[in-house]
């Protein structure tokens, strides 16, 4: 086999398991896709606009504002004024948007452990984590 059909092959085994991969951590998901973006954008970048959401998550502003606004019927995130320009408003998690996103985490997260512990032994667990380092360079090319 080639080395280019050789990592053609590689490349249609990896997308399929890591497809399979996703599709289960959604399923564990407590909150809709563009919700998720949103409650884990707002956590790792602090309170930002709805263009900036809506353009981080490659979604259309007014998409974007219907999604903000189902999270603060919730109670999930909430608006501030900025206040530099007053025109503009700032999205930023609540207390209970946090907790609600901590409980999301450890729900997905619980799953791929028990996963991890139950389906791998302790070697190939040890080659999964020497793994990942490659996986986050696939995934920022």
Same mark, same amino acid.
């Given at each position: 086999?080639?080395? %280019?059909?050789?990592?053609?092959?590689?490349?249609?085994?990896?997308? #399929? &398991?890591?497809?399979? #991969? #996703?599709? @289960?951590?959604?399923?564990? *998901?407590?909150?809709?896709?563009?919700?998720?973006? $949103?409650?884990?954008?707002?956590?790792? *970048?602090?309170?930002?606009? #709805?263009?900036? /959401?809506?353009?981080?998550? *490659?979604?259309?502003?007014?998409?974007?504002?219907?999604? $903000?606004? %189902?999270?603060?019927?919730?109670?999930?995130?909430?608006?501030?004024?900025?206040?530099?320009?007053?025109? @503009? &408003?700032?999205?930023? /998690?609540?207390?209970?948007?946090?907790?609600?996103?901590?409980?999301? @985490?450890?729900? !997905?997260?619980?799953? /791929?452990? !028990?996963?991890?512990?139950?389906?791998?032994?302790?070697? %190939?667990?040890?080659? /999964?984590?020497?793994?990942?380092?490659?996986? @986050?360079? $696939?995934?920022?090319?």
């Amino acid at each position: 086999m080639s080395p %280019e059909s050789y990592s053609a092959a590689l490349a249609a085994e990896l997308r #399929i &398991a890591v497809g399979q #991969i #996703i599709r @289960r951590l959604r399923a564990e *998901h407590a909150f809709s896709l563009p919700q998720g973006a $949103v409650l884990g954008a707002l956590d790792r *970048h602090g309170p930002q606009s #709805i263009s900036d /959401l809506a353009s981080g998550a *490659h979604m259309r502003p007014q998409s974007m504002a219907q999604t $903000v606004h %189902e999270l603060e019927q919730r109670g999930l995130v909430e608006r501030r004024p900025d206040p530099d320009d007053r025109r @503009r &408003a700032f999205v930023e /998690l609540t207390t209970a948007g946090r907790e609600a996103l901590a409980a999301d @985490r450890a729900r !997905r997260e619980g799953w /791929l452990t !028990r996963a991890l512990e139950t389906e791998l032994s302790e070697s %190939e667990r040890a080659l /999964l984590e020497q793994a990942v380092p490659l996986l @986050r360079r $696939v995934a920022d090319a």
